[in-house]
């Protein structure tokens, strides 16, 4: 079995961005643990985003298997 990896303390958000662009979550799930928040309806805001046809189709089959509540 390899050696164990540990989530690295942070000193700033970019230097989480970098860690978290080269590492994947599934190496560090163990030491994650769950929160709980809410969204004001206040804050939520709609964007645009443009993404390709394939993905695009993907999604909507997805929310097709799992409902309205996808998407």
């Known amino acids: 079995m ?3 990896k ?5 000193t ?3 230097e989480m961005a970098d860690f978290w662009d080269t590492h994947g979550l599934a190496d560090y799930w163990e030491q994650t643990e ?7 309806e206040q804050a939520r805001r709609r964007y645009v985003v443009h993404i390709d046809h394939d993905l695009r189709s993907r999604v909507q089959r ?3 298997i799992e409902g309205p509540h996808v998407g």
Request: charged share 25%; proline share 10%.
């Open 2 to 4: 390899g050696t164990r």
């Open 62 to 64: 997805l929310r097709n």
């Open 12 to 14: 700033s958000y970019e």
């Open 34 to 40: 769950p929160v709980a928040f809410e969204i004001s």
């Open 6 to 10: 540990y989530i690295p303390d942070f």
